[in-house]
């Protein structure tokens, strides 16, 4: 009895896999620091493209997490002002559930502020970071400031990257009040 006893005790710590110790293991990331900023404001919500300007862009956003790997990523959410929607992550998932939950109903102050999430993007990158820095704008080109073109020209002397995705078709549409 005494043996079958210790045969289970031993069967169960086995299947726990314990281990003993720590281990430090210096891991050097290669990838690029990737902010994205997401406009939504309620022009966002337009349906000049399908299903909406904004889910658009939460689409664009998942194709994009889809591809990366081992890059750093934030996602920047602004209207007049601009927040962290998502910290600094390398979790990918966690990046997609927060990307699905933005909406125009996150900023009650309304307008296109592009300097906002730019100024904010900027001073999210820590100076020591020696990877590539990228700023994505998803807008749909509403802009309600004059500062974005000084921010983006410190930005270049900062070596910092950004692209622009636009949102919306030419003709545009009207925004849908429910």
Known sequence: FLIFIFSIFFLCSA????????????????GI???ITLDISKSMLTEDIKPNRLERSKMSISKL?????????????????AFVQ????????????YA????????????????SALELAINSFTKKSK???IIII?????????QAIELAKNCNDKNIKIFTLGMGL?????IPIK
């Open 15 to 30: 299947i726990l896999n314990p281990q003993i110790g720590t281990k430090e293991i210096e891991v050097n990331r290669e």
């Open 170 to 174: 030419k003709e545009g549409g009207l």
């Open 138 to 146: 998803i807008s749909d080109g509403e802009n309600h400031d004059t």
């Open 100 to 115: 699905n939950t933005i909406s125009t109903d996150l900023i009650t102050s309304q307008g296109t502020s592009i300097s």
């Open 65 to 81: 997490i889809n591809k990366l790997k081992g890059d750093r990523i934030w996602i920047i959410v602004f209207a007049e002002k």
């Open 33 to 35: 620091d990737i902010i």
């Open 131 to 133: 990877s590539n820095k």
């Open 86 to 97: 998502l910290p600094i992550t390398t979790d990918y998932s966690a990046a997609k559930l």
